[in-house]
């Protein structure tokens, strides 16, 4: 019998890892329990620092509930659990895993991407991290991580390959891991 699925290569411990980080960047309010509050707090920051459109608002709420069909099950999810729906996303429907993963991507960048010329500046970005309550030296790493031409911006091809990578590799010297920042221990 055979499938279109795609199978998934084993989940590392860096794996791992990359999700504890994600969840520690994403829990704003460093409660331990990532929450729908978390999200719409991210989302009320992002639209009062970009002075964005209730289009581009619309987009991020809907970035964030489509993220939730993996990370948030239930309303709230600890930082395990977090990292658990994401190992059983990744290794139980890895296809549909990654078609998330590129359709937020693709939100998140065209979220930030306000003046619509398809890249993200550097200042930009920063002012997109600071949503997420990143502070510019986070947003830096992540930045040149992001950057693979080192030109000073930041193409949609370019964002979308990063988090893709960030969410699907386990190589540990793919520089994808710093999009969220450092790795936390």
């Known amino acids: 019998m055979s499938t279109n699925q795609t199978s998934s290569p084993p989940v590392s411990e860096f794996f791992r890892r990359k999700m504890r980080s994600l969840f520690r960047r994403l829990d704003t309010n460093g409660n331990g329990v990532f929450t729908i509050q978390d999200t719409v707090a991210i989302c009320k920051r992002f639209i009062n620092i970009h002075d964005v459109s209730e289009e581009v608002a619309n987009t991020l709420f809907e970035m964030f509930n489509t993220t939730h069909k993996i990370s948030i099950q239930g309303g709230k999810v600890?930082?395990?659990d977090f990292v658990a729906n994401f190992v059983d996303a990744f290794v139980n429907n890895y296809d549909a895993y990654v078609q998330i993963i590129r359709e937020v991507s693709k939100m998140h960048f065209r979220a930030a991407d306000t003046n619509r010329d398809g890249f993200i500046p550097l200042e930009k970005f920063r002012m997109t991290y600071q949503a997420y309550n990143l502070g510019p030296d986070v947003?830096?790493?992540a930045f040149k991580a992001m950057d693979p031409h080192q030109d000073g911006h930041i193409s949609?091809?370019?964002?979308?390959?990063?988090?893709?990578?960030?969410?699907?590799?386990q190589?540990?010297?793919?520089?994808?891991k710093l999009i969220w920042g450092p790795l936390i221990a």
Request: aromatic fraction near 12%; hydrophobic fraction near 40%.
């Open 139 to 141: 947003a830096d790493v």
């Open 171 to 176: 190589d540990e010297e793919s520089s994808s």
């Open 156 to 169: 949609e091809t370019a964002a979308i390959c990063a988090y893709v990578d960030f969410f699907t590799l």
């Open 78 to 80: 600890t930082e395990d």
